[in-house]
């Protein structure tokens, strides 16, 4: 077991792996307060020039309306979709890489048992993404808070954080079951964004959009929108359409809890799977 995990320390690390995904997340939370921020400043200093000019009051008042709630909101968004997206291209190589190069054999032959294999996978890739997931949302919310006005509830920023990072590494335990059962690391990226991208859509249009993995990210922008006094009403409305509003106790618990139980059922099947293919080198040659 020990050696498991060091193999797949030394594959997370080594080729930046760990570096790459933290400066992503982490980029991606400051994105939004440093750019609105410096696009205020920056506007403000026309105005100064050009103090004849009604076009740059306009374009102040119009960035002055945003919030810190407003900013949190939007790394919300970015971290649950493109981080996501990054996430999935990240861990290819460790997602069904290996089988699809058939260098996993090499350590089945040494004697690397499937669940040996499995087990540091499921516990390293999902721990850090979420341990970073949450780390990069509540450093946002700092700057945001230092650079925008409204006060925040960082209770509904903590919730959010949570959400974000149990979705996505959710989704990478989609992702390390699809990968490593058909050793196709590809196929594995396409079903995971797919699934996020249409899935949600069609549990709502069901009205079964909560008490499942795939509400966490609606539940982790709704807790963004409301993480302030005083959040934009065009952010507002134009979230809300696009999100679950029921961020009740219930709804968070039943929905993390699923989250648990659903990728406890992925890794138990993905031993399974790998059990059908181990290799066995009893005889003279190995045989799949």
């Not at 959710?170 to 058909?182: N, R």
């Not at 952010?235 to 219930?250: E, K, N, P």
Request: with cysteine; glycine share 8%.
């Amino acid at each position: 077991m020990i050696n498991g995990f060091r193999k797949e320390m030394m594959f997370f690390s080594r080729g930046g792996r760990i570096a790459a995904l933290a400066l992503v997340l982490l980029g991606l939370a400051l994105m939004s307060p440093l750019m609105f921020g410096a696009m205020s400043g920056m506007i403000q200093t026309l105005k100064d020039a050009l103090p004849d000019d009604e076009s740059y009051t306009q374009m102040i008042e119009l960035y002055s309306a945003y919030s810190a709630s407003d900013m949190i909101m939007y790394n919300a968004e970015q971290i649950t979709g493109i981080g996501a997206i990054v996430i999935l291209f990240l861990f290819k190589g460790a997602a069904g890489g290996e089988q699809k190069k058939r260098s996993v054999i090499i350590p089945q032959c040494a004697g690397l048992t499937p669940e040996k294999y499995v087990i540091p996978k499921f516990i390293i890739y999902p721990l850090v993404v979420f341990a970073t997931t949450f780390v990069s949302m509540i450093a946002g919310a700092g700057v945001s808070a230092l650079m925008f006005p409204g006060a925040l509830k960082w209770d509904m920023v903590i919730l959010s954080s949570v959400c974000s990072g149990v979705f996505l590494a959710f989704s990478t335990v989609m992702q390390f079951c699809i990968g490593l059962c058909t050793g196709r690391s590809n196929a594995a990226v396409v079903s995971v964004i797919l699934t996020n991208m249409f899935l949600p859509s069609i549990l709502a249009f069901f009205r079964v959009d909560r008490f499942n993995p795939f509400a966490l990210s609606s539940i982790a922008l709704t807790s963004a929108m409301n993480s302030g006094e005083s959040a934009n009403k065009l952010l507002s409305a134009a979230g809300t359409a696009s999100a679950s509003t029921d961020v009740s106790m219930l709804n968070v618990a039943v929905s993390l809890g699923t989250a648990l139980v659903i990728s406890v059922i992925l890794f138990f099947l993905t031993i399974f799977t790998l059990h059908t293919k181990e290799v066995h080198n009893e005889g003279d040659e190995p045989v799949l």
